[in-house]
């Protein structure tokens, strides 16, 4: 597998309704204004890369993503992303259980998916649910929640972020895979009756380690769904993010099938540390840097 | 109106939340990788005291309380009022018997304490966490006995009661932890 590096700044950012990207201005004149984003992930350009034909890749950097701060979270950290032309999305939870082995953290993972998750905690079945079975739910935990209205996929995350997580990849490694499709960001959609994005998140002692996919391959797509997560953005009172032509113009070739993976390395290196805080593993947090 | 932004919790903050200011205790930021964040929050109502979970949707925002805490000297209780002035601007609040609460067992003249003042008005007195203070009525003490563990009910002449070992005196000085309302040790004569 090859190692790539790619920019970290770019015109295009990332259109993800839930990650705010850092700007900066590079400006050539007082009057000609341009705003660069730094990277939140290495994603476009890795996958510029195999639209143009690359083999296996994969890159350590650092990434940037604006309000994320915390006991888990630097406004910057480093992120390991690789892709695997040829594997598909549970072949490469394989490789990444390898990885873990490796590093000593375990000799087992384990795999549920999305559906099966909330049916276990909480005896919620995904396929036949309302809005308001999910607020009654969280009402009855005693979660007293401000500011969300009656979207479905934040009434899930919230569940899930409370009542969920901190009980996932105790024991050994979990696997959570098959998303909502109204979750997918840009990974590949299943059409069932119940459509399903291939993507999965790794879980280690109640925190999230990885997000992966099985990549989006048709080309065309991408536009569309860079469209549809602006749509989102705005009616969040978000300002749109621009995806600019020499991006859509390569990701319109197409990939080959692949999957990929990110992982915060920050978070790898606190487990591997038994340390409680982000800032534990890191030289000067974002309040010191 | 002062709002904050969820992204500007951080512990220690004042925030009015059900209509009464409140601080900030514990902010934890969650994020389901691809999902909405959240903001995960425990407050303390200044006027009750009493402590809240509550979860906010990143990017909300929310209502500032004008809450300070400043040090003030105790200057007398009229019957229904506790005075109290700042000593350097000789301005003077009276706090009432809710604001006072169980800070008034620990209140004497001329000691210094901290008063939360919200929108100018005092919603809570936090005493010192040592005062010395004399002792007005307990049973005779017992010489010879210095380290018993039982001890005996003393009360001060703030009239709370505080236990202390049996050999300490009606009329001695004693220094006591306001925090778990626990006998020190003997005043040192100043």
């Given amino acids: 597998m090859l190692e790539v590096e790619t920019p970290v700044f770019s015109k295009s950012g990332n259109t993800d309704p839930f990650i705010q990207s850092l700007t900066a201005n590079f400006s050539i ?9 730094a990277q939140t992930s290495p994603e476009f350009a890795m996958k510029r890369l195999l639209a143009n034909g690359s083999d296996s890749i994969y890159q350590i950097c650092k990434v940037f993503r604006v309000g994320e701060m915390g006991r888990r979270h630097n406004p910057e950290f480093s992120m390991l992303e690789w892709y695997r032309i040829g594997l598909s999305y549970h072949e490469l939870m394989n490789e990444i259980s390898e ?35 999910l607020k009654n739910c969280a009402a009855k935990s005693k979660i007293d929640v401000i500011g969300l209205d009656d979207n479905f996929d934040d009434w899930l995350n919230l569940l899930l972020s409370h009542l969920i997580e901190p009980q996932l990849g105790i024991e050994a490694p979990l696997f959570v895979y098959d998303y909502p499709a109204s979750q997918a960001a840009l990974a590949n959609i299943r059409e069932e009756a119940y459509p399903i994005a291939e993507r999965f998140e790794l879980y280690l002692n109640g925190i999230e380690l990885a997000n992966g996919y099985q990549e989006l391959t048709t080309g065309e797509f991408y536009k569309k769904r860079f469209y549809l997560e602006n749509e989102k953005r705005l009616s969040r009172n978000m300002n749109k993010i621009s995806v600019q032509n020499n991006v859509l113009e390569d990701l319109q070739k197409g990939l080959p099938f692949c999957s990929g993976v990110a992982l915060g390395l920050d978070r790898l290196l606190m487990h591997l540390c038994n340390a409680s805080e982000i800032k534990d593993v890191l030289t000067f947090d974002f309040l010191n840097s | 109106m002062a709002t904050y932004s969820t992204n500007e919790f951080k512990s220690g903050m004042k925030i009015m939340q059900d209509g009464d200011p409140c601080s900030i205790v514990e902010n934890e930021l969650v994020k389901p990788g691809k999902g909405q964040a959240f903001s995960r929050v425990k407050i303390r ?20 309380a004008d809450v300070m805490d400043t040090d003030m000297q105790y200057l007398y209780a009229d019957g229904e009022f506790w005075n109290f002035m700042d000593s350097e601007t000789f301005e003077q609040v009276a706090a009432d018997s809710k604001a006072v609460g169980d800070a008034a067992k620990w209140l004497k003249e001329q000691d210094t304490c901290t008063i939360t003042l919200w929108d100018g008005v005092p919603i809570s007195v936090t005493p010192q966490n040592f005062v010395v203070l004399q002792i007005t009525e307990t049973d005779p003490g017992v010489r010879g006995d210095t380290a018993s563990g039982g001890g005996k009910p003393a009360t001060l002449e703030t009239g709370a009661v505080v236990r202390v070992p049996l050999f300490i005196e009606i009329g001695e000085i004693i220094k006591v932890d306001t925090r778990s309302g626990e006998y020190v040790g003997r005043a040192k004569d100043e």
């Avoid at chain 1, 559906?115 to 079975?133: E, G, P």
């Avoid at chain 2, 109502?45 to 500032?64: D, M």
């Fill in chain 1, 29 to 37: 004149s007082a009057d000609r204004e341009e705003i660069y984003y």
């Fill in chain 1, 99 to 133: 990885l873990l082995k490796v590093l000593g953290v375990s000799d087992h993972s384990q795999r549920m998916s999305y559906k099966d998750l909330f049916y276990q905690y909480l005896k919620i079945d995904l396929c036949n649910v309302s809005v308001d079975h």
């Fill in chain 2, 45 to 64: 109502n200044l006027k009750t005291g009493r402590v809240v979970e509550r979860t906010f949707k990143s990017g909300e925002s929310v209502e500032a």
